[in-house]
């Protein structure tokens, strides 16, 4: 049975800066930078799987434009789609992927379904859209994707809408990398990118026994609240890349021992250690791992410069399982006295401990 997860993005989306990018996607410097780590350690540890990595392989995908009785509009046209799904957010999966994934397919439409936008019946209206493009004489049934556009409507309360690991994605009203490659993300399986909002007494904390899970407010992942325009969004994390099978093994360590270790960016394919983990031993997250990742403003990652984003001035740490399962991850707020979790990466110089396990930055090397 195929989940659904509604999406209610839009409020927030729109409080977003809008600020002006350049467009060119891989301009960004490749000079690589390293950030070296000290991770303190007072457990015992045992090993555990790594990635398999994937073949590269490329979706079929087809998107299909359709309006209503009551709304004859085209909000974009067919080219605009066909360069935003099989452009932008082709490139966008290529990078994240590290050139394992890719999208090609075919843009259908515009048609006028026999059904009123006044209210989202939107199974309705895809296969209302289906016998439409049936109607002109091409099947969907080889397309392992179906992105359906139709002008946006009140009357769905979400903004983009997928199947997670399912064949079907509606967008309602906003073609933008954010929202597609977001419920496109979750066709592929992929769950949503979360926080922790941790007590101690009323006090908010980076940790402890008392933590709220907050839906997809993690910044710095598509799968979280990580969109800045029609064009960028941020990669996701380096969880969400092993469980696609996007990591070689040897981008993957999982700490066994107290040392400093060197991890390098998310964003750009090396050999190196890209994903450090610590297996978490204790408490409601026992069996899990603190994800330690580094990002730097590389490709659609580019927009962090523009914000001066701490996760490029030290490293995230989130919480999730082994790579081999898909399932929602929990970024740790390393400032927790503000609301904000822009400022959830740990700094270069500071510490997080959760009286067991304690990780400091110590330099990001490279900086000139
Ligand atoms: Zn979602």
Not at 11 to 20: A, D, V
Not at 88 to 104: A, H, R
Not at 169 to 188: K, M, P
Not at 278 to 301: H, L, M, N, V
């Amino acid at each position: 049975m195929l989940l659904e997860k509604l999406e209610l993005m839009s409020s927030r989306l729109s409080k977003l800066k809008k600020n002006s990018v350049r467009t060119d996607f891989f301009s960004a410097s490749k000079k690589y930078f390293f950030v070296a780590v000290f991770v303190t350690l007072a457990l015992t540890l045992m090993l555990s799987s790594v990635a398999v990595s994937a073949e590269p392989q490329s979706r079929r995908v087809a998107v299909v434009l359709f309006n209503f009785q009551n709304d004859n509009s085209q909000p974009y046209t067919a080219d605009y789609a066909r360069n935003m799904v099989f452009g932008t957010i082709s490139s966008y999966y290529n990078e994240i992927s590290y050139g394992k994934l890719s999208l090609e397919g075919d843009v259908f439409g515009w048609y006028t379904i026999p059904y009123p936008s006044t209210s989202c019946q939107y199974t309705g209206w895809a296969n209302a859209a289906d016998a439409k493009v049936a109607e002109s004489g091409t099947s969907l049934a080889g397309y392992d994707n179906v992105i359906y556009v139709f002008p946006r409507t009140t009357a769905c309360g979400w903004t983009g809408l997928g199947q997670v690991g399912g064949k079907r994605l509606w967008d309602n009203g906003r073609l933008t990398l954010g929202i597609v490659g977001h419920e496109f993300g979750h066709n592929l399986g992929i769950d949503h990118s979360n926080t922790l909002r941790c007590y101690n007494n009323g006090v908010t904390v980076s940790m402890s026994g008392d933590c709220k899970e907050v839906g997809y407010t993690d910044p710095y992942d598509i799968m979280g609240s990580g969109t800045f325009s029609t064009n960028y969004a941020a990669h996701m994390s380096m969880f969400h890349k092993g469980a696609m099978g996007w990591l070689e093994a040897s981008n993957t360590k999982t700490v066994t021992a107290s040392g400093t270790y060197t991890i390098e960016a998310n964003e750009v394919q090396t050999a190196g250690v890209q994903s450090l983990r610590i297996p978490i031993t204790d408490g409601k997250y026992a069996g899990k791992y603190y994800y330690i990742e580094f990002r730097q403003p590389y490709g659609f990652d580019d927009y962090f410069r523009f914000r001066d984003t701490p996760a490029s001035k030290g490293v995230s740490i989130r919480i999730a399982p082994d790579y081999a399962r898909f399932t929602q991850t929990f970024m740790i707020d390393t400032t927790p006295e503000t609301l904000s979790f822009e400022d959830a990466p740990l700094l270069v110089g500071r510490t997080f401990s959760d009286g067991k396990i304690s990780i400091t930055p110590l330099a990001i090397n490279g900086r000139s």
